[in-house]
């Protein structure tokens, strides 16, 4: 099952944006399909493949920070080709 995933990394410290750096280039050197705006990164694939990588790529990026907050929306389907007709 396709789907896709929008997350947005928040840590909670002075030193952020090399955190929030780090972990989209993990996301992007990845095979799935990964997009980004100001706001937050998108990531499409397969369910049983993007969900395992995600979890020890957040377990990895709550390793690294002290306090740290991840917002993740899922829908089941891949809108990576998404484009508004209005």
Do not use: C, W
């Not at 050197?29 to 969900?51: A, R």
């Not at 979890?55 to 390793?63: C, L, N, Q, V």
């Not at 899922?74 to 080709?81: E, F, I, L, Q, T």
Request: proline share 5%; net charge negative; aromatic share 12%.
């Amino acid at each position: 099952m396709q789907i896709s995933i929008e997350l947005t990394l928040t840590p909670l410290q002075n030193d952020f944006e090399e955190h929030i750096i780090k972990f989209i280039k993990r996301l992007r050197d990845s095979k799935f399909i990964v997009l980004e705006n100001p706001l937050s990164t998108q990531v499409y694939g397969v369910y049983d493949e993007v969900m395992p990588f995600l979890t020890k790529e957040i377990k990895r990026a709550f390793g690294d920070m002290e306090h740290v907050l991840v917002y993740m929306k899922m829908v089941k389907s891949n809108r990576s080709d998404y484009e508004p007709n209005f």
